[in-house]
């Protein structure tokens, strides 16, 4: 039997560029000629520290490699947010500190070898951005500094996962995390009866969906899940109908959406409207089949509390009809929604326009905030911080086991066609 030729090895990607420290000038941002844009003396709120654990800051220099897949095709945009987003941080609080942009694409092994050098010259080291880049430098032996990675491992979180390395600190920004707490808010502001999980067959919908759910559970509530079709992204009209079905015969105390803006205005519009059970598109109409029955008063549906994730939000400059949206709760990074944050306010926004710039301006607030986590741990490399941050309020234990992270999201509700926080 001839045994199959091995497949010849990827060429080798370029070699990094040199190692150069530098400031950026970022497009719309003050400058130190011109700080006119700025609150006089305006300032982030301060790092807020255990008593016990407090001490002077070390005045001695800290070095920085920030470690991004800027030579990616598929994730060169986000890791530019990034870096943008950092490197506003560091202008604002750059005293002793210099910051080395170390390039990469987006072969794990690469991005492997690009930190094992990033050891060498820096003190901390900030990325790698992609999940399977998080995943490599967490199994491998080499995370003897202090690293703050910018996403999960796939699975962190999950039951029998393996734990993360003490010196290693994932600050990514998670979408399964808000569904979670989603479910904790949820259940504070509805104590009784269950809820009711709306998704597609969208993968990272169902990621979302399982997450409230789970959570959910945890609180000893009953929740289902109904699985939507979504033939080219508009909700099916005869499953609409089967759902307001449903819901007369069994109407749960809220309803989550693990679904994006677009398909959550579908089903408010849906929610609110008489829907009969003769839909108007016989193409896809299969609602000869069910019983006639009196329709139910359109307040009953239209009134349901929806919660859902930042998902919901896309953002000011999307043009997108928000009206529709008007009373749905959700979570959304302060960066987002409220504008008159003190920290906020202090950093120049990023002047990304378009489709998805509402994740670009996300991955650009998780630089602003992965610089300040990593400005305080190299001034305290142990013990435990809170940051009132632009991405939520932080929690961070660095330095003494394993490291542990909490990120808390802001709430917001739909009023006038915008996300306003609620409880701010």
Same mark, same amino acid.
């Given at each position: 039997?001839?045994?199959?030729?091995?497949?010849?090895?990827? &060429?080798?990607?370029?070699?990094?560029?040199?190692?150069?420290?530098?400031?950026?000038?970022?497009?719309?941002?003050?400058?130190?000629?011109?700080?006119?844009?700025?609150?006089?003396?305006?300032?982030?709120?301060?790092?807020?520290?255990?008593?016990?654990? %407090?001490?002077?800051?070390?005045?001695?220099?800290?070095?920085?490699?920030?470690?991004?897949?800027?030579?990616?095709?598929?994730?060169? $945009? %986000?890791?530019?947010?990034?870096?943008?987003?950092?490197?506003?941080?560091?202008?604002?609080?750059?005293?002793?500190?210099?910051?080395?942009?170390?390039?990469?694409?987006?072969?794990?092994?690469?991005?492997?070898?690009?930190?094992?050098?990033?050891?060498?010259?820096?003190?901390?080291?900030?990325?790698?951005?992609?999940?399977?880049?998080?995943?490599?430098?967490?199994?491998?032996?080499?995370?003897?500094?202090?690293?703050?990675?910018?996403?999960?491992?796939?699975?962190?979180?999950?039951?029998?996962?393996?734990?993360?390395?003490?010196?290693?600190?994932?600050?990514?920004?998670?979408?399964?995390?808000?569904?979670?707490?989603?479910?904790?808010?949820?259940?504070?502001?509805?104590?009784?009866?269950?809820?009711?999980?709306?998704?597609?067959?969208?993968?990272?919908?169902?990621?979302?969906? %399982?997450?409230?759910?789970?959570?959910?559970?945890?609180?000893?509530?009953?929740?289902?899940?109904?699985?939507?079709?979504?033939?080219?992204?508009?909700?099916?009209? &005869?499953?609409?109908?089967? *759902?307001?079905?449903?819901?007369?015969?069994?109407?749960?105390?809220?309803?989550?959406?693990?679904?994006?803006?677009?398909?959550?205005?579908? *089903?408010?519009?849906?929610?609110?409207?008489? *829907?009969?059970?003769?839909?108007?598109?016989?193409?896809?109409?299969?609602?000869?089949?069910?019983?006639?029955?009196?329709?139910?008063?359109?307040?009953?549906? $239209?009134?349901?509390?929806?919660?859902?994730? $930042?998902?919901?939000?896309?953002?000011?400059?999307?043009?997108?009809?928000?009206?529709?949206? $008007?009373?749905?709760?959700?979570?959304?990074?302060?960066?987002?929604?409220?504008?008159?944050? &003190?920290?906020?306010?202090?950093?120049?926004?990023?002047?990304?326009?378009?489709?998805?710039? %509402?994740?670009?301006?996300?991955?650009?607030?998780?630089?602003?905030?992965?610089?300040?986590?990593?400005?305080?741990?190299?001034?305290?490399?142990?013990?435990?911080?809170?940051?009132?941050?632009?991405?939520?309020?932080?929690?961070?234990?660095?330095?003494?086991?394993?490291?542990?992270?909490?990120?808390?999201?802001?709430?917001?509700?739909?009023?006038?066609?915008?996300?306003?926080?609620?409880?701010?």
């Amino acid at each position: 039997m001839v045994q199959p030729k091995p497949l010849p090895k990827p &060429p080798p990607e370029p070699a990094l560029p040199p190692a150069e420290t530098f400031a950026v000038t970022l497009s719309g941002a003050t400058t130190d000629e011109d700080r006119s844009q700025l609150p006089p003396r305006a300032e982030p709120p301060p790092v807020t520290r255990a008593v016990d654990e %407090a001490a002077q800051p070390s005045t001695s220099p800290i070095r920085i490699g920030l470690l991004l897949p800027l030579r990616s095709t598929t994730l060169g $945009s %986000a890791a530019d947010a990034v870096r943008a987003g950092f490197m506003a941080g560091w202008e604002r609080d750059r005293d002793n500190i210099t910051v080395t942009v170390l390039e990469t694409g987006d072969v794990p092994q690469d991005i492997l070898a690009a930190y094992a050098r990033a050891l060498q010259s820096e003190d901390i080291v900030v990325g790698p951005l992609s999940r399977p880049a998080v995943a490599t430098i967490a199994a491998s032996a080499l995370v003897s500094k202090p690293t703050i990675a910018l996403n999960y491992p796939e699975g962190y979180g999950q039951p029998g996962a393996a734990p993360l390395p003490p010196q290693l600190l994932a600050i990514g920004l998670s979408i399964e995390e808000e569904a979670r707490q989603a479910a904790n808010w949820a259940a504070s502001e509805q104590p009784e009866g269950g809820a009711l999980v709306l998704t597609t067959s969208s993968a990272w919908q169902r990621r979302v969906a %399982a997450a409230f759910a789970g959570q959910w559970q945890r609180t000893g509530r009953a929740v289902r899940t109904i699985e939507l079709s979504a033939p080219d992204g508009y909700l099916s009209d &005869p499953e609409l109908v089967q *759902l307001r079905a449903q819901l007369r015969q069994q109407l749960p105390a809220l309803l989550f959406s693990a679904m994006g803006a677009d398909q959550t205005r579908q *089903l408010r519009i849906a929610l609110g409207s008489v *829907l009969t059970s003769e839909p108007t598109n016989p193409i896809f109409s299969t609602a000869d089949a069910l019983p006639q029955q009196a329709p139910a008063p359109t307040e009953q549906f $239209s009134n349901l509390p929806i919660y859902g994730t $930042s998902a919901l939000n896309p953002g000011r400059d999307s043009g997108f009809p928000t009206q529709d949206l $008007s009373g749905v709760r959700l979570l959304d990074l302060p960066w987002q929604v409220q504008r008159d944050h &003190p920290a906020v306010m202090v950093y120049p926004r990023s002047t990304v326009n378009g489709p998805g710039s %509402a994740d670009m301006a996300r991955l650009y607030a998780l630089g602003i905030d992965a610089f300040r986590v990593a400005r305080e741990i190299g001034r305290h490399p142990v013990g435990r911080f809170q940051l009132d941050g632009v991405t939520g309020k932080l929690s961070v234990d660095f330095g003494q086991g394993p490291a542990r992270f909490e990120r808390v999201e802001q709430s917001a509700v739909y009023q006038n066609g915008a996300p306003q926080p609620l409880n701010p």
